[in-house]
């Protein structure tokens, strides 16, 4: 199982950030994609590229609105050049990224259609340009210049320019989506390279994600067994259980809320008392302290809804819990939020971090 690690895409400090997570053991170091609360994330990551050698980089996450999938397609290509080929690109629908343009999560047939065109691009294939979303009040077709000759698709081919195949054809950059209802599940299902569940550590959760999943490429002819699943797992290792706990309430309320986020109607298999909690972060949920402990939705996570949806206590705890999701499948987890310096700021949260290195890292990467 991998083990990777969360941060802000901070220009100043990701230089530090990514050396200290190679040199602590982590798989990967992912950064987070909210142009109004943190700097450029593809800047970030190709800086990260340049002071490391052996961990591998990606977005936790993209969306499909702020950027048109050449644009995204391009930026993964840059850092998968610079960096060697340890470029994966995950991507979402959007959140704290479109909250601060006062908008909602993309729409589906938009986040479909601007999976499939990335993975053409990152294939080095074409897209047809009436299928590119720029609308025609923005931009009108390229027709109007009446250019004697003109490209007839859109095609990245920088990476091919000299014969210089480094970028497309020498290697796929991977492609995940972070995943909690059952259509974007479905949808990355058929068209990502890996379904990157947002729905909690409980073993029955993902149990269930992947039941949805291997139903969609059964229902569209695929392969069952033809795609690969991780999670984003909030964790926190620390003796004290209680301490445990609190490190990681701010962060686990923003992926807590994605199952529950429209409507507050809890997706997926839930006790009566999970619902009902989920549904009090619905009610209360403030993006003014998105991911912070002392945020009134993280005060509503009771220690059976964290020991549930999390990964929480000593290292024997913990790899027992990460065990058992490696068990059913995941091959890769993404300590969610982890960049929240309430998790690794404090000597509490420095605890745990060291914790995991030594104690929980040789294990599972060795599983």
């Known amino acids: 199982m991998e083990l990777w690690i969360h941060a802000f895409p901070a220009t100043l400090q990701i230089r530090d950030v990514a050396i200290e997570a190679e040199q602590g053991g982590w798989d990967g170091l992912a950064v987070v994609d909210t142009q ?51 470029m994966e690109f995950g991507i979402g629908r959007g959140d704290s ?45 390229a027709d109007a210049l009446e250019l004697a000759e003109g490209p007839g698709t859109s095609r990245i081919v920088w990476g091919l320019l000299g014969g210089d195949a480094a970028a497309i054809g020498k290697r796929k950059v991977p492609v995940e989506v972070a995943a909690t209802g059952p259509k974007v599940i479905g949808i990355a299902a058929v068209h990502a390279d890996r379904v990157m569940f947002a729905i909690g550590a409980d073993p029955e959760r993902i149990a269930w994600g992947m039941e949805v999943a291997k139903a969609a490429r059964r229902d569209a002819g695929l ?91 000593p290292p024997d705890r913990c790899i ?24 690794y700021g404090s000597p509490e949260g420095t605890a745990a971090r060291r914790l995991m290195e030594t104690e929980v890292l040789p294990v599972m990467q060795a599983g």
């Open 320 to 343: 027992a819990k990460l065990s058992e999701l490696s068990s059913l499948g995941i091959d890769k987890v993404l300590l969610a939020g982890q960049f929240n310096e309430n998790v």
């Open 36 to 86: 109004n609360l943190s700097g450029e994330a593809f800047i970030a990551l190709a800086l990260a590229a340049t002071v490391t050698e052996r961990i591998s980089l990606g977005l936790a996450v993209g969306n499909s609105v702020t950027r048109v999938p050449a644009v995204n397609a391009a930026g993964a290509l840059s850092v998968d050049l610079i960096s060697g080929g340890r």
């Open 97 to 141: 990224c479109l909250v601060h343009l006062g908008r909602a999560p993309g729409r589906l047939g938009h986040f479909e259609r601007h999976l499939k065109q990335l993975q053409a691009y990152l294939r080095g294939g074409d897209v047809p340009f009436d299928e590119i979303d720029i609308p025609l009040n923005h931009a009108p077709p």
């Open 223 to 313: 392969d069952p067994d033809g795609v690969k699943f991780g999670a984003y797992v909030n964790m926190a290792c620390h003796p004290d259980l209680d301490t445990a706990r609190d490190l990681i309430r701010g962060p686990m309320s923003v992926f807590a809320r994605f199952s529950v986020m429209h409507g507050g109607t809890p997706i997926g298999p839930t006790s009566e008392e999970t619902a009902k909690t989920l549904k009090r972060l619905h009610d209360v949920y403030d993006m003014g302290t998105h991911s912070r402990n002392e945020s009134p939705q993280a005060a509503t996570l009771s220690p059976e809804f964290i020991d549930r949806f999390g990964v929480v206590g």
